[in-house]
């Protein structure tokens, strides 16, 4: 079982705390234009880049992976 990080959290978490790319960028100390590459699944950030994004969406670092859905048996 793996752990995959989900570049759709990045804009779900962002909308979810009410800010726009300007105020994220300017908490979270990232250009608007990383913070669109990272929603729009272009890169995958660093850990460091994505503690800077939770910390300025009120959030842990794990909201941005995804558990596996399991299979029914």
């Given at each position: 079982?793996?752990?995959?990080?989900d570049h759709?959290?990045?804009?779900?978490?962002?909308?979810?705390?009410?800010?726009?790319?300007?105020?994220?960028?300017?908490?979270?100390?990232?250009?608007?234009?990383?913070?669109?590459?990272?929603?729009?699944?272009?890169?995958?950030?660093?850990?460091?880049?994505?503690?800077?994004?939770?910390?300025?969406?009120?959030?842990?670092?794990?909201?941005?992976?995804?558990?596996?859905?399991?299979?029914?048996?």
């Amino acid at each position: 079982m793996s752990i995959k990080y989900d570049h759709r959290a990045s804009k779900r978490l962002r909308l979810a705390s009410g800010l726009s790319m300007g105020d994220a960028a300017r908490l979270s100390r990232l250009t608007e234009r990383t913070i669109a590459y990272i929603e729009k699944g272009y890169s995958d950030p660093k850990a460091t880049t994505l503690a800077k994004l939770a910390h300025a969406y009120g959030v842990s670092v794990e909201a941005f992976y995804a558990l596996p859905r399991s299979k029914a048996v």
